[in-house]
């Protein structure tokens, strides 16, 4: 399944802009209780303004909140952001640790953080499980965890880990655009035949392509879906 996914995103990646670990890091705080898309909007103007560690931890509390308040909760993001800073200077030398231990002692980080910075600003493999690879991991049968510490446990001894950080990208983006909570597109989906939970959504491939989001959206590629399936999984 993992295969014929990275087939079909080939170019899937961290959807958060940063230009270093530190951005990326205050980035996937922000992104909690929001869209990627909302966060791209709102960094740019905080990353200039303030672009270190020692930035951070001295801002101030209203401008910050000011910047902040389209990605909501900004008021506890603000607390995150500045207590992450202030840590940061006095315990890593303004810098973000590499490792996992270091990363999930910081303010407004959990495993979940801590791995995409990892795999994607240190290239160290690890598994991000949010609410689209969980979903996914249990749609697939992969595991029937809902804690997502057991979730990274259970599907990282299916996969090696060299694997990990794409096949989370890879996960992240096919919940996004085909596998959705609500109203998965299955009728439109690669694994489809693979797919113990073929059948929840819609089956009907053309009504089924017109679910797709992003660039898979009919009107995006503007070409007709190649993938169509059969009545079920094999």
Not at 9 to 31: G, K, R, W
Not at 110 to 136: C, E, M, S, W
Not at 209 to 234: I, T
Request: aromatic content about 8%.
């Amino acid at each position: 399944m993992y295969r014929t996914l990275l087939e079909r995103y080939p170019y899937a990646h961290c959807e958060l802009d940063f230009a270093n670990p530190l951005q990326l890091l205050v980035a996937t705080i922000l992104s909690a209780q929001t869209t990627d898309v909302m966060v791209n909007k709102v960094t740019p103007a905080l990353f200039e303004r303030y672009p270190d560690a020692a930035a951070l931890a001295g801002a101030d509390r209203e401008a910050l909140e000011t910047l902040l308040k389209p990605t909501g909760f900004f008021r506890a993001k603000t607390n995150s952001v500045m207590r992450l800073g202030a840590e940061l200077v006095e315990r890593f030398g303004g810098e973000v640790p590499p490792r996992l231990k270091d990363l999930v002692t910081l303010p407004g980080v959990g495993r979940k953080t801590a791995n995409v910075v990892l795999g994607n600003a240190f290239g160290i493999p690890g598994i991000t499980v949010d609410t689209h690879f969980g979903r996914l991991a249990r749609r697939f049968g992969w595991t029937d965890e809902e804690d997502p510490v057991k979730v990274e446990e259970a599907v990282g001894r299916l996969f090696p880990r060299k694997d990990w950080t794409m096949l989370s990208h890879v996960l992240i983006f096919h919940g996004r655009r085909t596998c959705h909570a609500k109203k998965p597109a299955c009728g439109a989906c690669p694994v489809a035949r693979l797919c113990p939970s073929f059948g929840i959504g819609e089956t009907d491939p053309v009504k089924a392509a017109a679910l797709l989001k992003f660039e898979l959206a009919p009107a995006a590629s503007g070409r007709d879906f190649p993938y169509a399936v059969g009545p079920g999984p094999l």
